[in-house]
């Protein structure tokens, strides 16, 4: 390492050490890193940064097996392949072993988390091509799930004449930034991903908020909201499209109401059985005839407990029943 490359090494770390730092940062880290560390994930993450098509190394390789599996269907058994490539748990030490090699001070396990999340997001969009090539095997984009960030690569085969999709994990990293109240939801990245750390406070844009909705048809209407207001004093009004519900236990609920519906951010506090906050939102549902369904078209409170064979292990109270009721808006 030169002279000028220590230098930048020196501002990056101290960067991570100060928890402010975003993933412009985590590429110049990475694109020094890449020529002093051997085969393993900062080498592997440093190259896919660095190079948005890739033809070589284990997430390539992943890619590869799996497309060669796929394209087989039907005539020859295969096996595919979903998850970490590594896990977070092999990137840390990896980074560690790095910056120990430098004489460096490693980041802590929540930084390093960051920076493979920066590292994944920087990937968005990458191309996995065989050698000589100019067709992608596949392309990597980021997902969000209540436990997780994915990386995940989508590629195209063709099966009994059509051309079929298929997605499949190669990275993930946990999700301790962006609440999402279904467990089993999976959410796209809506725009192209940025991750930033800024004093400490991580900073991901480019996801939609996920949020539960009370939805009729006809709409809830204005009047019917200035009834709640006056018959419960929990309720205060911001404005015309916003509401807070204060519980006599735990965090306020904010709503939104755009004139047709109600919203509320999906946040997994809100919605745990027998919680203030979840009861009175399934007492809301009842007055207003709403069926209550989220971003991932999963509906609430349209049973009880009991119907559904008791809260399964995740302990997510929620239940996809089609259309919840004669005043149910979603599809099928």
Known sequence: MNEKERLVFAELHSKLLSEHFDEIDVLGLLTILRNYVRNGPVRELALHATHSDRDSGAIFQRVRDNKKALDRLGRKPGKITS?????????????????RAFKAE???????????????????????IRSGQTAALGTLSLWLTQAAFELSCSITIKHKGQDISAEFVVLTVPNRVLPICNPRARVPSQNVVRVRVNDSRPIIDGFPPFEVHFEREPPITAAELDALVVSDPRLTRTNDQNF??????????????DGHRISAPGSPEHFVLGSASATWMK??????????????NAHWFVEPVA?????????FHCHWIGRAGPTCTRPL
Do not use: N
């Not at 998850?83 to 980074?95: P, T």
């Not at 807070?244 to 109401?257: A, E, H, N």
């Open 83 to 99: 998850g970490d490539v590594f896990s977070a748990r092999d990137f840390e030490r990896s980074l560690a072993d790095a910056f």
């Open 106 to 128: 490693p980041p802590c396990q929540r930084v390093t988390e960051l920076v493979l999340l920066s590292a994944m997001s920087l990937m968005q969009g990458g191309r996995m």
């Open 244 to 257: 807070t519900f204060k519980p006599d236990s735990g965090s306020p609920l904010l709503l939104r109401y």
């Open 283 to 296: 007492a809301l549902s009842r007055r207003l005839g709403a069926c209550v369904h989220d971003d991932a």
């Open 307 to 315: 119907a559904l064979g008791g809260i399964p292990p995740d302990g």
